[in-house]
């Protein structure tokens, strides 16, 4: 079977640093994916790590380890937009380019 | 943004009608897929397609069936809605070229009284 697991909710200031954790059993793997959804409308791309390390992208920052089966995107000078859901999710094949999607984090940035 | 459009964007239908709901995408990926999504269950997988008249299974396909006659077009049908397929629902598309990452629709909301 497939298991993505987040937590469901976070809290966070205006201005802070936030990581949101996922890890993963699947039964393939072929890229990890981190999605932004805001409420009422469909997920946006943020990033995307296949190989293990850091992958930097401005105010974003995602990390992979294949190993654990860990995956953690990190969110720096939290802005008031960022409240949103975040969705980890993995592509567990190449074939079928099937996504498996976490349950998502609802993120909400306190002013 | 890429160009996928779902329509109808709202739909509130009666118990045991049949109800379809079309995704069109203008960007000519080769993948294309139905999800619905859940509180607490998070997107999942309906019925995808990897070209025309290609289709396959996901994880919630009981009670959906899906047609891709076209490479832009792909339908959802239910059958014969339950209140258990009210939900919203979203349309995605990728290409196996690249990162391969999925693009989604705006999303259907249906809601089966």
């Known amino acids: 079977g497939q298991n993505i697991d987040q937590p469901t909710e976070m809290t966070a200031t205006e201005g802070a640093i936030v990581q949101i954790n996922c890890t993963y059993q699947?039964?393939?793997?072929?890229?990890l994916f981190w999605y932004q959804q805001h409420a009422g409308e469909a997920p946006t791309f943020l990033s995307y790590n296949v190989l293990d390390g850091l992958e930097e992208k401005g105010r974003f920052s995602s990390f992979l380890s294949r190993s654990k089966g860990y995956s953690y995107l990190l969110l720096k000078e939290l802005q008031m937009k960022d409240s949103a859901s975040y969705l980890c999710a993995v592509r567990v094949d190449n074939y079928g380019q099937n996504f498996v999607f976490g349950p998502g984090t609802r993120l909400s940035v306190l002013p | 943004d890429a160009g996928i459009t779902q329509s109808p964007r709202h739909k509130v239908t009666e118990t045991g009608t049949p109800v379809t709901l079309r995704c069109h995408q203008t960007?000519?990926?080769?993948?294309m897929y139905w999800y619905r999504q859940d509180p607490g269950h998070g997107l999942r997988l309906i019925h995808y397609?990897?070209?025309?008249?290609?289709?396959d299974k996901g994880e919630v396909s009981d009670g959906y069936s899906v047609s891709r006659s076209k490479t832009e077009d792909f339908l959802l049908t239910l059958e014969s809605a339950t209140s258990s397929q009210t939900s919203v629902y979203f349309c995605?598309?990728?290409?196996?070229?690249?990162?391969?990452?999925?693009?989604f629709g705006q999303g259907t909301r249906l809601t089966v009284v």
């Open positions: 397609s990897y070209g025309v008249k290609d289709t």
């Open positions: 960007e000519n990926h080769r993948y």
């Open positions: 995605a598309i990728s290409e196996p070229l690249g990162q391969g990452n999925a693009f």
């Open positions: 699947t039964s393939g793997f072929n890229g």
